[in-house]
Nanobody
């Protein structure tokens, strides 16, 4: 089991920034591919970004790549998602997850362990 817990969500105005955090047990963040996903109400849960053990990073879209940044602090057992210039369409529940693959992936089916999520609401 790899229990992970997200935090840092909130309600902000468009154009604002937020940093999401994901705490994990020791050695999870450093030894596994990690990912951030988001799920708007009533919709699917697409990937946002993924980071590999070799620090290789994959972003789901160019729009996210230019505004969001995934990173991790192995010493703090924490994964981050820095989100800048937030837009109303970024409103969603954001999830942190641990992958079972060797490389980065945007496929939710490759992630057997998930957190409970943290809500991000962006108003115009």
């Amino acid at each position: 089991q790899a229990h992970v817990a997200e935090s840092g969500g909130g309600s902000v105005q468009a154009g604002s920034s937020l940093t999401l955090s994901c705490r994990a047990p020791p050695n999870i963040i450093s030894n596994y591919v990690m990912g951030w996903f988001r799920q708007p109400p009533g919709k699917a849960r697409p990937g946002v970004a993924s980071i590999g053990r070799d620090d290789r990073i994959t972003y789901a879209t160019d729009s996210v790549k230019g505004r969001f940044a995934i990173s991790r602090d192995n010493a703090k057992n924490t994964l981050y998602l820095q989100m800048n210039r937030l837009k109303p369409e970024d409103t969603a529940m954001y999830y942190c997850a641990v992958a079972s693959t060797q490389g980065t992936t945007m496929n939710p089916k490759d992630y057997p362990y998930w957190g409970q999520g943290t809500q991000v609401t962006v108003s115009s």
